[in-house]
């Protein structure tokens, strides 16, 4: 496991939740970052995108408006803030690496690194 | 958004066999996409991207092709290590949709 993800945890409707992805060997530097989220009912799903250099950031419609994506190539990070949470947000997020150098977004080739997911749980 | 159909949704298959899966696009997506491989409590891991190109460690066996809506990947000899669930995805556009999933199960 190359990118390691944090932050998730159980919540209520309606809370907030910062989830992190950190890397030791893997540079982001000038790659795109993205996450996904996997669950039972709908399998895998994109969630959001972020360019290799931070200035496009594009969201799937079941959060935009919600969540927001930012990477931080000093700290070699990327994060999601997740606000107005809901039950069906429950799910295994992963962070991802795009496999090609400077994906501005859109078109752009697979994920080659993956973290091992962090569970968020949203329940009353 | 573009819809990934995958067939089969699972398949037996014994160790030595050569199987298809195959993936179509809802619309055309060029060389945009991708096939990973899924087992119990891990990550999704990419074996071939670009449609045709396998990515670095991935052994021979694995191979794909196709372009624009129908795609295939295809395990010329299925080794134990290959049971697992594959996964088809697009990346053409957003959001990047994947399909379904195949699990390979022993036969």
């Known amino acids: 496991v190359q990118l390691v993800e944090s932050g998730g945890v159980v919540v209520q409707p309606g809370e907030s939740l910062r989830l992190s992805c950190g890397a030791s060997t893997v540079t982001f530097k000038d790659y795109a970052l993205q996450w996904v989220r996997q669950t039972p009912g709908k399998g895998l799903e994109w969630i959001s995108f972020i360019s290799w250099d931070g200035v496009s950031t594009y969201y799937g419609d079941s959060v935009k408006g919600r969540f927001t994506i930012s990477r931080d190539d000093i700290k070699n990070s990327l994060s999601l803030q997740m606000h107005n949470l809901r039950p069906e947000d429950t799910g295994l997020y992963y962070c991802v690496r795009d496999v090609g150098r400077y994906c501005s977004g859109g078109a752009c080739y697979g994920y080659d690194y993956w973290g091992q997911g962090t569970l968020v749980t949203v329940s009353s | ?107």
């Open chain 2, 1 to 107: 958004d573009i819809q990934m159909t995958q067939s089969p949704s699972s398949l037996s298959a014994s160790v030595g066999d050569r199987i298809t899966i195959t993936c179509r696009a809802s619309q055309r997506i060029s060389d945009y996409f991708n096939w990973y491989q899924q087992k119990p409590g891990k990550a999704p891991k990419l074996l071939i991207y670009a449609a045709s190109t396998l990515h670095d460690g991935v052994p021979s066996r694995f191979s794909g092709s196709g372009s624009e809506t129908d795609f295939t990947l295809t395990i010329s000899d299925v080794h134990p290590d290959d049971f697992a669930t594959y996964y088809c995805q697009q990346s053409y556009t957003f959001p990047h949709t994947f399909g379904q999933g195949t699990k390979l199960e022993i036969e």
